[in-house]
């Protein structure tokens, strides 16, 4: 089935397409996660241009964002005060992002630098959860308990002025705290084409001091309007997303996620973690290597 991509300029088989979308969908709906930073990686392995998987990962995301926001809308799971402050920063830190893509793509570096943030940010967060997941496996088999977390905002952000009051999330701190955050996520929103939820849940947890039953719900909301924002951005300024390629994904995203979701209920959450950061270490391993390799042919011929 094969299907073709206008901005991508190449054809694709559709199936395998929508099966990356399923994959991304079914680590969704089992780890809680947007799913969008494996999906880059994925398409760029299948041979996908890195410029075209990072903008059109990013209306994948927008899609994927939108029942996410409304569940737990519903169950009052979001703070729109806090969430408006990061979503602004997000527009901002869009606009900041265009201009680093387009000048990177200007230098012929875009795919180099695209492929050496997943490489770090994989790498870093992989990492990072198998500690945390090895740590809590050995917890429960000694039966000692790991010392619970006490919820407090980190004391640079102590040391921000201009404090708000955020009720939904129990918070006296500045704006300015949130409102940084969210433009360093709407750059990575950009340059990646990721939704920035794996970076931005942590960060609202424990640098916000963010109260834990409403950081999913606001980081959605965020998500949300900032890979819009990145997506209008894309199509006016890099022209790199491709419609065609976002919607096999979201179709593959979609029947991923509602498998994963019913997996997840059946296995350990903590075992789960674990898995996840071992696929994430080895997918942020398989772009290393490929930074380091060389190919058979060094030149290529791309029509201007």
């Known amino acids: ?18 099966g990356l979308g399923a994959i991304t969908g079914l680590l969704s709906g089992m780890f809680g996660v947007g799913g969008g930073f494996l999906t880059t990686p994925l398409m760029i392995f299948y041979g996908i241009p890195p410029t075209v998987a990072a903008a059109s990962a990013a209306s994948q995301v927008t899609g994927a964002s939108v029942s ?28 900041i992002g265009a201009g680093l893509f387009s000048l990177l793509q200007r230098l012929g570096q875009i795919d180099t630098v695209i492929n050496i943030l997943y490489v770090l940010m994989l790498g870093s967060i992989g990492g990072l959860m198998a500690k945390e997941s090895i740590q809590t496996i050995r917890a429960e088999r000694s039966g000692v308990p790991i010392a619970a977390r006490k919820r407090r905002h980190h004391p640079m952000v102590a040391s921000l002025p201009l404090r708000w009051r955020f009720y939904r999330s129990g918070l006296y701190i500045s704006p300015l705290a949130p409102l940084l955050l969210g433009i360093g996520t709407g750059i990575l929103t950009m340059l990646m084409g990721v939704g920035g939820g794996f970076i931005l849940v942590p960060a609202m947890l424990y640098i916000l001091g963010m109260s834990a039953n409403v950081v999913v719900g606001t980081s959605l ?35 991923g996620a509602q498998l994963g979701a019913q997996f997840a209920q059946k296995a350990s959450p903590v075992k789960l973690r674990l898995v996840l950061a071992i696929i994430v270490l080895l997918v942020a391993g398989r772009m290393a290597i490929g930074l380091g390799y060389r190919p058979d042919e060094i030149y290529t011929v791309a029509p201007l």
Do not use: C, E, K, W
């Open 1 to 18: 089935m094969d299907v073709y991509l206008p901005i991508a300029n190449l054809s694709v088989n559709g199936l395998i397409i929508v």
């Open 68 to 95: 996410g926001v409304f569940a737990h809308t519903r169950r009052g799971g979001v703070d729109y005060h806090m969430g408006g402050v990061m979503v602004a920063g997000g527009i901002i830190g869009t606009g």
């Open 221 to 255: 909301f965020q998500i949300l309007f900032v890979t819009m924002a990145t997506t209008m951005m894309h199509s006016m300024t890099t022209h790199a997303v491709d419609i065609v390629l976002a919607s096999l994904l979201l179709l593959g995203s979609v029947t």
